[in-house]
């Protein structure tokens, strides 16, 4: 069956400081990943994808996700880490079965303190 | 666009009342969701359509809750009768043929006393 494990509930970091939100996947065959955030009181808005091709995806507010098939990992990751990026971060995977659907991880809480 | 329409943002109701929450999708999208977010579950996906049609309601949680698409741009979830535990957060999203991505609503926050 197809999965995302996010292994952090949450992750703290010092603005200006590099950040990692971590991700890893469990599917058959090639998968198709996602980032969404989700800031106070809104839905989750899409970051970024991964379907092929370069390995780093750049997306949405300086975000970009490191796709690494020996690790079977996802990690998201931006250079400089601004307060506003503190939200709850999603990991998802396209379920290959019914590929209509999105199976979302438990999400990440990152803090971004001044 | 004014992206997805959830209606109301904010519900309280007493146990055994009729819940109804409503969703406008983005104009053009042919794919509709409906997802719970609890502390304790996480994002459950509950039922979703295309063009209209429910595809797969294995979310759904029991008989109580059903959803309806009646057109393009408008989907209903109802809860009947409301109980304590189906208080959440309700999320509808969509998405368009060909591509991966789902657009979210604002969520509707449904507490049940």
Redesign the interface.
């Known amino acids: 069956a197809q999965s995302v494990a996010q292994p952090e509930d949450q992750v703290n970091v010092a603005e200006g400081n590099p950040l990692t939100v971590k991700c890893t996947y469990s599917v058959s065959g090639n998968p ?1 990943l ?1 980032w ?1 955030v989700q800031y106070p ?6 970051l970024l ?1 991964y ?1 092929t091709g370069d390995n780093l995806v750049k997306g949405s507010y300086g975000f970009e996700a490191e796709f690494n098939k020996s690790q079977t990992s996802f990690h998201l990751k931006k250079p400089s880490a601004l307060v506003s990026d503190s939200a709850l971060y ?1 990991c998802a995977v ?1 379920d290959r079965r ?1 590929t ?3 199976i ?1 991880g ?2 990440t809480r990152l803090q971004v303190f001044p | 666009d004014a992206g ?1 329409i959830q209606s109301p943002r904010h519900e309280v109701t007493e146990m055994g009342q009729e819940v109804t929450l409503r969703c406008k999708p983005i104009s053009g999208h042919d ?1 509709l969701f409906w997802y719970r977010q609890t502390m304790m579950r ?2 459950e ?1 509950l039922i ?1 359509f ?1 063009n209209n049609v429910p ?2 309601d294995s979310g759904m949680p029991e008989d109580r809750f059903s959803a309806k698409m009646p057109n393009a741009s408008f989907s209903t979830l109802k809860i009947q009768p409301s109980e304590p535990r189906d208080s959440a957060v309700y ?1 509808c ?1 969509s998405s368009s043929q060909g591509t ?8 509707t926050r449904l507490t049940v006393l």
């Open positions: 198709y996602f969404y009181n809104r839905g989750l808005q899409f994808k379907i999603f396209r019914n209509d659907k999105l979302f438990t999400g | 997805v794919y996480g994002l996906l979703y295309n595809i797969d999320f999203a991966d991505t789902q657009y979210f609503g604002p969520g």
